[in-house]
């Protein structure tokens, strides 16, 4: 029997998280299911974020749940409604709506009462130790701890403490309070945790009510028993925290949400940690959270990523049970799956060196059409300008061509996109010996459309001199220069791997039409990558090359 159910899972190629959902349903243990994406709002999110969204909305929705955003806001000192906008947008922008939203600031009255709960039961003390004797006191993983001489205070006095701690009577880091659990346990975190410090600070929503604030542990499973999350997704690891979680509920006997822990996604060539990103940030080593070289949803979105090459990559990634590092080059594949079907074709030369075609006559424009894009080839035409003066990219000439250069070169021909044969004539250059100008002439019979379509070996991209647009274009490398950040040196600065040609802006020359693009997505610039307009700054931002690293 298990043999078969395993094979029935393996065909459907669940993830283990769906394998466990999927047997709650059959059997009968939820009705359905509940999940909540928890961010603490402390900075902006990131790829690994978005890995945790598409996984909690995306199990929801296969599954005919709901999902609760809920902000873990139990820190009033690093927390701000910055960040809770932020955050708002980005999922929003991944595409997933929640079904409340909530905080975990609107649950502090119940988590309050709770905690005299346990201090009735015997399950909680207040523990008047510095920090350093309650660090100390914890023992270690080989010796077990010590108790606090506050350990045994009767429930009367403990709850007479502990209103007084909220009723703002004792200064910050005067008092704890502890769960009395066992402080000998094998497990550290079971060796007496803390449940509420006292924090004179303003609460971004709850304001001055509060001067004692929940801990992690206390808060987070109680959270989700109120909401009645029947599956509480986190990363790998809180797995230690998990026997925790369970105490809390059964200790209050509340509706026991389950936690379920899968492997953190990590990229390389980035950093992915809220502390670092915003460190990049206020040391100006970026332009902001949105930089186009931050890993940040609203960075990559700046960079020119879709939401639909993000949970694309989601999806690819898959939930690991083991710490990995993906390849950043997987996310960019998965970006020119969707682009290439999706974007808008225009040329742009960036690195420009004047063509100059001697027999085409002073003075004339003609107009070549072609699609906007090539898998709607009867779809919308954009008009491009050809004259006598041309602009092409440097590289796409050589003097001392190998043979297998299929571009222009002395002596060869080459088509211009969408436009006519050129052959090569002669060369104009500089003092220094610099090619300032190539001239050519081109073939009227070549003329797409007409007549027989001689083909040569080269096609290259190319605007019209006097009829193109000026353009920004901001080209961007990876942030770090090092692919493993992760196993860095311990003792070296990871911001001594920042790769300081991560930016490089160059003046670009576009066809007219570029200018009245609406499709409000990333746009190719045949042969050169694709590019999105930063509402920002204006500048064309790099979001990508044209050709795969990943090997898929
Ligand atoms: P960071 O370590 O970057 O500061 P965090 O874990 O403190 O992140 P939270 O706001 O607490 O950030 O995270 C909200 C949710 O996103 C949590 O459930 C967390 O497990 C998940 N998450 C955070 N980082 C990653 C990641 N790299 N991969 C997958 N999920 C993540
Ligand atoms: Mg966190």
Redesign the pocket.
């Known amino acids: 029997m298990a043999e078969i159910e395993n094979s029935a899972v393996a065909e459907k190629n669940l993830n283990f998280l769906e394998e466990i959902i999927e047997k709650d349903l059959s059997s009968g243990k939820h009705q359905s299911i509940m999940t909540r ?4 709002p ?2 902006y999110l ?1 790829i ?2 978005a ?2 969204i598409c996984l909690n909305f995306g199990l929801a929705k296969k599954y005919g749940g709901k999902t609760n955003l809920r902000f ?1 806001d139990t820190n009033p000192v690093k927390e701000d409604t910055e960040y809770v906008d932020s955050i708002k947008e980005d999922i929003k922008w991944l595409g997933f709506e929640w079904a409340n939203e909530f905080y975990a600031s609107d649950y502090f009255d119940q988590l309050y009462e709770w905690a005299e709960e346990l201090i009735k039961k015997g399950y909680a003390y207040v523990d008047d130790q510095t920090q350093e004797e309650i660090r100390l006191g914890r023992g270690s993983v080989s010796q077990p701890g010590t108790e606090s001489p506050y350990r045994n205070r009767s429930v009367e006095e403990n709850l007479e403490i502990f209103r007084n701690m909220k009723a703002g009577v004792y200064p910050d880091g005067s008092k704890v309070l502890r769960a009395k659990i066992d402080m000998a346990h094998p497990n550290m975190l079971f060796r007496d945790p803390l449940m509420y410090r006292i924090i004179h600070a303003d609460h971004h929503r709850t304001g001055s009510k509060w001067c004692i604030y929940p801990m992690y542990d206390y808060a987070h499973g109680q959270c989700d028993s109120i909401e009645h999350i029947t599956h509480s ?3 790998l690891e ?1 797995d230690v925290h998990r026997p925790l979680y369970e105490w809390f509920i059964e200790k209050l006997g509340i509706f026991p949400s389950h936690q379920y822990e899968f492997a ?3 990229l390389t060539y980035t950093v ?4 670092k990103l915003l460190e990049l940030v206020r040391n100006n080593f970026v332009e902001g959270w949105d930089d186009p070289r931050m890993p940040t949803i609203c960075g990559i979105r700046h960079r020119g990523y879709t939401p639909e090459a993000v949970r694309m990559f989601a999806e690819k990634v898959g939930v690991a049970k083991r710490d990995n590092i993906i390849d950043l080059s997987l996310l960019e594949w998965c970006l020119r799956q969707d682009l290439n079907v999706r974007s808008n074709r225009y040329m742009a030369v960036l690195n420009p060196v004047k063509l100059v075609v001697d027999n085409y006559p002073e003075g004339q424009v003609e107009y070549f059409k072609a699609p906007l894009n090539p898998a709607d080839a009867d779809g919308t035409k954009r008009k491009i300008p050809f004259a006598k003066e041309i602009l092409i990219e440097r590289e796409d000439f050589m003097e001392d061509a190998p043979k297998k250069y299929f571009r222009l070169k002395p002596d060869g021909e080459v088509r211009l996109k969408y436009s006519y044969i050129v052959k090569f004539a002669s060369l104009v250059k500089d003092e220094q010996g610099n090619i300032t100008e190539i001239q050519c002439t081109y073939d009227p019979s070549s003329k797409p459309g007409n007549g027989e379509w001689r083909s040569v070996k080269g096609t290259i991209h190319w605007v019209a001199k006097d009829y193109c647009e000026k353009i920004e274009a901001r080209i961007y490398d990876h942030l770090f220069t090092e692919e493993q950040m992760g196993s860095i040196p311990e003792g070296v600065d990871y911001k001594e791997y920042l790769n300081p040609d991560s930016l490089v802006i160059k003046e670009g020359f576009a066809e007219p039409d570029l200018v009245s693009d609406n499709s409000g997505i990333t746009v190719q610039f045949e042969r050169t990558g694709y590019f999105f307009k930063d509402p920002k700054t204006g500048a064309y931002n790099k979001a990508t090359g044209l050709k795969d690293s990943f090997k898929i």
């Open positions: 994406f928890p961010p603490e402390n900075g990131h690994g974020h890995k945790s873990d997704v986190c990363t809180f953190r996604l990590n992915m940690s809220k502390r």
